[in-house]
């Protein structure tokens, strides 16, 4: 991928969608690992971003992330996606604790025309790499998570998206009151992305 | 709650979201004081909204549709309120984005976190609702012999009086719950035979009977006396009934829906055109306004009271072409007015949720197995359905997560026909075994409630102190 965006700061939809795809594939194995859903243990470290990534060597949670990150790519090229959400609940309530939020707005110009933008991929790991540190150090202020968890992932699409074969409708998931934490963004010209964590309020802190 | 009310609810939540905390506890919208409390703060002085993707439109609409409900005046939702509410937030939301999420499910970690330790904790943390104990075995279990096993039939009903009525063969008997008498209502000719429907009317004193020979006839339970016989509505066998007041809505093997004032002489009021086979299913929306119809033809129709008229054959609200097998089962949600389930037959298998105002498909879930009837727990988010082959099970979910909560079996045959108590605490469900089950899977009435406070130890507040 780096080898076809890399040249003269050019980038492409099909390589904007394919960094943001990336972006998403990481992000939720950095969530997962960090906010304890999988064990410790079932994560490999590699070097990304310029930092050290924790990846999951589960092969079901591998094939789950790899087909959706392969799902989004293609919406991300077709400018159908708004929005990915990925969810922590409770494995034993099945409520909702934590929602990952990752808005996207897509330049519809490069969509429909076909036009390439400028931009550095120094420039977009760098703001990536913003991300990846914040989701990390995002321990240190949400409420722990002292129950087995388990994860899904919400993706918003346009209205005319035809529902793939492997996906169905959901519900949105929400957290009812929550608190909210905006990170960092990034944007690569063509795709926006917006990191929000939101999550249930901690009510050991209510009077 | 007009647009102005919904830019004031953007706008602030985007800056409780950028000032994060401290914020969140004063922020519910649509509330006049809180806006004018808004006034005041800083946050709100400039209404330019400098990104719009970092707001949370999940958050926005989750306090257009839920936030209010019962935190802040309960006494002042009414009925209508809620229904023009949630319109109001599904234009916002539904018409703009779809909502997906893979069928398949990650793999659940095995043992993240050592369970003694999680024990503990959320022990504390929370004091658990107590989950309330559904017995997995039938309460009672009553013989009904020569029951008609057909899925297009509706042969129970469990009236407002708390009598059930059950058609075997061309029989119509009536059990008294609350004391388990028996008697026998009407036994029809043999030509104009078998019943193929029953309904009791909503004052649980009158009782419709539709026959194979295409008459509804009306009877009066406590004098047992027949007061009239509707004919002429149909050409063949009446198998789904429901009442709207004093409306009886009859559905035909000949696709037809008939809207009966059975006040009047001339009782056809209005004629429904839509299936093109056996309706099977009718359900009245709670308020009255909407008709749910299924059919052997896999057609669900949203028909609307108010836009139907005695001359022109009326057109649907919505036609609804998602199930692939015939659809029966048909069940309007309690606590949401405009949600509509509905479960398809043995080619189908599965239970659908519709948003009867847009038309849109909330939800699908695939139950495995025929689907022959759904109800509701009026107490609870929960619906339960009934079904054939392999297990012939109830199954219990817990909506809208849909996550199962319990599997009843015991019956050998397909669960055609569930009906509720008055108290929506008990359901009774006919099969093709011929038996008559009854099983006290939606909690026991009054018990259930009151029932974990007068049980608090001594020492109950410590929890809390810690």
Known sequence: ?207 | MDAGGSANLLSSSLSASSASSSKTRSRFPLQEQHLLQRKTSRDNLDRFIPNRSAMDFDYAHFMLTEGRKGKENPAVSSPSREAYRKQLAETFNMNRTRILAFKNKPPTPVDAIPTDFSATTTNNSKPAKPRRYIPQTSERTLDAPDILDDYYLNLLDWGSSNVLSIALGSTVYLWDATDGATSELVTVDEENGPVTSVKWAPDGRHIAVGLNNSDVQLWDSTANRLLRTLKGGHQSRVGALDWNNHILTTGGMDGQIINNDVRVRAHIVETYRGHHQEVCGLKWSASGQQLASGGNDNLLHIWDRSTASSNAPTQWLHRLEDHTAAVKALAWCPFQGNLLASGGGGGDRSIKFWNTHTGACLNSVDTGSQVCALLWNKNERELLSSHGFTQNQLTLWKYPSMVKTAELTGHTSRVLFMAQSPDGCTVASAAGDETLRFWNVFGSPEVAKPAPKTNTEPFANLNRIR
């Open chain 1, 1 to 207: 991928m780096a080898a076809r965006i890399a040249t003269k700061d050019i980038i492409t939809l099909r390589g904007s969608a394919a960094i943001v795809s990336e972006f998403f594939g990481y992000a939720a194995n950095s969530i997962l690992y960090n906010r304890g859903v999988y064990p410790e243990e079932s994560f490999g470290r590699v070097k990304k971003y310029g930092l050290p990534m924790l990846l999951t060597q589960d092969e079901g949670v591998k094939t789950f992330i790899s087909n959706l990150t392969s799902q989004l790519s293609e919406w991300l090229e077709a400018g159908k996606l708004q929005r990915v959400v990925l969810v922590i609940m409770s494995k034993s309530t099945g409520e909702v604790l934590e929602r990952w939020n990752f808005s996207i707005e897509t330049d519809s110009e490069v969509v429909d025309k076909s036009v390439s933008r400028e931009k550095s991929d120094k420039e977009i790991m760098r703001d990536i790499q913003a991300i990846m540190r914040q989701i990390a150090s995002s321990i240190t202020y949400l409420p722990c998570l002292d129950e087995p968890c388990v994860f899904d992932v919400l993706a918003y699409t346009d209205k005319d998206v035809a529902v793939p074969f492997t996906w169905i409708e959901s519900d949105p998931k929400l957290i009812a009151n929550p608190q909210m934490v905006k990170l960092h963004s990034f944007d690569t010209k063509i795709h926006k992305v917006d990191t929000l964590v939101s999550y249930k309020n901690d009510e050991w802190d209510e009077p």
